[in-house]
């Protein structure tokens, strides 16, 4: 006979559970984990002519951010992962820039026409250089170097 008491069961049973809810998790939110993360899959599509948040880049080329195509001529593309925003202000020319918003450290939700929008309070930043156009933010985004190769855009 063993001496098995309840509270050893219980924290076997508590141990148990814990590794299963930390294995249940685990893949939340990386791309192609399955369905829990995304419906679909785990790719995120924007709404025509705007954007919406995303955590990673899509179809993209191994090791690179985005794919110029996913990037909306005149707006723009949130990356969470990396905590940049991508965005395209004319053709052809990609800008890049930290999504944490310049207010209260925040991250910006994402690009509305030609405006990065803050969830948080509302600031709102240029697509063009991240520029304030309406705070209650006062400093702009930092600005991040990218490398535009081809179809390819990574950060530098």
Do not use: W
């Not at 399955?34 to 955590?55: I, K, L, Q, Y």
């Not at 909306?72 to 930290?98: I, L, N, W």
């Amino acid at each position: 006979m063993t001496d098995t008491t309840r509270r050893a069961v219980m924290l076997g049973a508590g141990g148990a559970g814990l590794a299963a809810v930390l294995t249940a998790c685990s893949g939340y939110g990386e791309q192609g984990a399955g369905d829990a993360a995304t419906p679909g899959g785990g790719s995120s599509s924007a709404p025509e002519g705007g954007s919406t948040a995303a955590s990673g880049s899509g179809d993209s080329a191994a090791g690179a951010l985005a794919k110029t195509s996913d990037i909306p001529q005149g707006g723009g593309k949130v990356f969470k992962d990396a905590k940049v925003v991508v965005t395209q202000p004319t053709a052809g020319e990609f800008k890049c820039f930290s999504s944490v918003c310049t207010h209260q450290g925040c991250d910006v939700g994402g690009v509305e026409g030609t405006d990065i929008v803050c969830p948080c309070h509302n600031s709102r930043f240029s697509i063009a250089d991240g520029s304030v156009t309406n705070g209650p933010a006062n400093k702009p985004l930092e600005e991040k170097a990218i490398k535009v190769e081809g179809e390819s855009i990574t950060l530098a």
